[in-house]
């Protein structure tokens, strides 16, 4: 594009240099020389001029052509000096006439030449500036790619192992195929759908997807590209947008990566931002404006719903979220299936065993493992991939990504595995404890190495103290699975240990549930983030009375402690069991645990 606009401009150049030249020769091929008056006159004298035109300020002429005289039949030309000049003219024999200058041509020349160089730069300066920046003649105009049905091919057979996820979307493609059918059934469909979960896990694939397989026109565009340079572009891009949507609904619009326009407002202020905040009001008002009926989705991406401005995810905006989660094994193997269908590769690779090497890879950690491999084979002249290929690309890539933190080695995964069991056999043991739903071994971001879900089977309000023990006794199930099994423990601990000892001084301070402190309630102590002051009591207490509930609180977390202990030694099979099993299947459901727990027990 560039190298284009560079050629054009030399050739403009040619072309100006070109047209003086010839404005040039048009004034000297006519090869009139130009001669003092005196020289005319003594040429007059000596009786060789034929002709003359006569203009108020020149004389044009010509030189006898039988005359001896050097130049002779020349066309001459001199700048007219004496008035007087008929009577001489007349006494040579010389014909002559009067003439108007005809100034046409030279003036059409001295305007239009500037005006053709002018417009010529002016032009292709245009066409620079446009090329360059799209949308600089139609600022406001927005940005967003449409992609129209039959350019999308992107199905849900492309997007593997988030099968959840796509059930959720399959209402909406339903609706976009069929709006009528659905608003006439008294079907309320969601304005907003948000797709949340970490980097690479498919959510663009999927929002694409939806589009495919549901043969609608498709807008899409990048929440930074909504944030402008210009103050107002971006609300008069997000209004441009949605007009332009309605008129070619049913479709879909989607915003990627969403966090860079829907940050939270009022954050750093310091001038800048206004335009982000003008832009987001915009959608907002805009989303709380359209009918959902006309048939406009709008999708969203984001891997960072927490900094999201909570008027976005308000019920009416983005009300339906979808989590995209990290693929487990079952789920790496589909996602590796779908990049093989492009390669050629051995009968004997084992999909099933690189799936088993990528713990914590997520889709497009994948697709780059195929392509390294592919890749590899190329480079060692092989016709098809093989598990040697594979066995490297994932070496390379989990040294890779290990600096990222985001793998974790076998030693610890196996920690992790029967940490998690710990957390799950204690719980499932107790009484009155939240039902175990799945535990896993999936890392997620940095901070959680696996994690064993609980869910309640109602809301509480109230909970009884032999409950609160109970979770702590959950919580400390974790290390106490650890000591048990490798006599020795983790600081993978450090987050349960919190949480148990916020419970247990709860009970302590603000429950009365300490026969040692006694029915009193002694307020929480307020965290203050600037200042450490050490320990505050807020002079509600005394030291002794601290050193009580120190006491107490000590004695409850090992009490539990001591009693998680007891229940997993009384199942130490079962954990070995469970481990195994999750350590193969990275996440284990808890029914199938319950019915693990009931074999061997019984
Ligand atoms: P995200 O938007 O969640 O960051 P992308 O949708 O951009 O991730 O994924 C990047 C690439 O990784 C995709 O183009 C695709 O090749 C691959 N990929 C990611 N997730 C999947 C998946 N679930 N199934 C198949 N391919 C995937
Ligand atoms: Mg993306
Ligand atoms: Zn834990």
Redesign the pocket.
């Known amino acids: 594009m560039e190298k284009h606009h560079k050629f054009s401009i030399w050739y403009t150049l040619l072309g100006i240099w070109l047209v003086l030249i010839l404005h040039n020769l048009l004034f000297s091929a006519l090869a009139i020389r130009t001669i003092p008056y005196s020289e005319f006159l003594q040429l007059l004298k000596e009786n060789n001029v034929t002709e003359v035109a006569i203009t108020a300020n020149q004389i044009q002429g010509k030189i006898k052509s039988n005359s001896a005289t050097p130049g002779q039949g020349e066309l001459f030309r001199t700048v007219r000096v004496d008035p007087e000049l008929s009577k001489l003219l007349e006494e040579y024999n010389v014909t002559f006439k009067g003439e108007i200058e005809s100034t046409f041509f030279k003036n059409l020349f001295s305007w239009l030449l500037p005006i053709i160089v002018f417009v010529g730069i002016w032009y292709f300066l245009m066409k620079r500036m446009t090329s360059q920046q799209p949308g600089f003649m139609m600022l406001g105009k927005n940005k967003a790619k449409i992609y129209m049905q039959d350019e999308l091919d992107v199905t849900f057979e ?5 099968d959840e996820s796509k059930q959720e979307l399959m209402e909406v493609i339903d609706f976009l195929k069929e709006p009528e059918k659905f608003t006439g059934l008294g079907g309320k469909m969601p304005k907003g759908v948000l797709l949340v ?1 970490p ?8 929002a694409k997807a939806v589009a495919g397989e549901s043969q609608v026109p498709f807008f899409s565009l990048s929440g930074s590209e909504f944030v402008e340079m210009f103050v107002g572009l971006g609300a008069a891009r997000v209004r441009d947008l949605f007009i332009q949507a309605k008129q070619k609904a049913p479709c879909i619009i989607f915003i ?1 990566e969403l966090d860079a326009l829907g940050k939270a407002r009022g954050f750093g202020t310091m001038g800048g931002h206004d335009e982000r905040e003008q832009t987001l009001n915009q959608l907002l008002v805009e989303m709380d404006g359209f009918d959902p009926k006309v048939g406009v989705i709008l999708m969203a ?1 984001t ?1 960072r719903p927490e900094i999201l401005d909570p008027a976005l995810l308000r019920p009416g905006r983005f009300d339906r979220q979808i989590l ?1 989660d990290r ?1 487990d094994k079952q789920g790496r193997e589909e ?1 590796l299936k ?2 093989l269908r492009n390669i050629k590769y051995e009968e004997t690779l084992d999909i099933s065993q690189i799936a088993a090497m990528t713990p914590g890879m ?3 950690d ?2 780059n493992l195929v392509n390294e491999a592919a890749l590899l084979a190329v480079r060692r002249n092989k016709q098809k991939v093989s598990m040697a290929e594979f066995e490297e690309a994932v070496e390379r890539i989990v040294a890779g990504l290990e600096k990222k933190n985001r793998l974790i080695n076998p030693n610890e995964r196996k920690i992790v595995a029967y940490h998690e069991l710990g957390h799950a056999i204690v719980a499932l043991s107790l009484p009155g404890t939240d039902p175990v739903q799945k535990i896993s071994i999936i890392p997620r971001g940095i901070a959680a190495l696996g994690y064993t879900m609980q869910r309640p089977t109602e809301d509480r309000y109230l909970m009884k103290k032999t409950e609160l023990l109970n979770r702590i006794a959950t919580l400390l199930g974790g290390r106490a699975s650890e000591e048990i099994i490798f006599q020795d423990i983790s600081t993978g601990a450090h987050n349960d240990l919190s949480k148990a000892t916020d419970i247990a001084r709860s009970m302590v301070k603000e429950y009365g549930m300490s026969s040692e402190v006694g029915q009193v309630y002694f307020a929480p102590e307020k965290k203050s983030p600037f200042l450490d002051l050490g320990r505050r009591n807020g002079g509600e207490y005394s030291e002794a009375t601290a050193e009580i509930i120190d006491k107490e609180v000590k004695e409850i977390i090992s009490n539990q402690y001591s009693r998680a202990l007891e229940i997993l030694r009384a199942n130490k099979d079962i954990i070995e069991k469970g481990a195994a099993l999750l350590l193969e299947k990275e996440k284990i459901e808890g029914e199938e645990l319950r019915a693990l727990m009931d074999k061997f027990s019984s």
């Not at 980097?199 to 999927?206: F, H, M, Q, R, V």
């Open positions: 492309d997007v593997a192992g988030v979960g980097p690479g896990t498919g959510k663009t694939l999927l990627d991406a891997n995209v693929p996602i779908v990049h997520v889709g497009a994948l697709a």
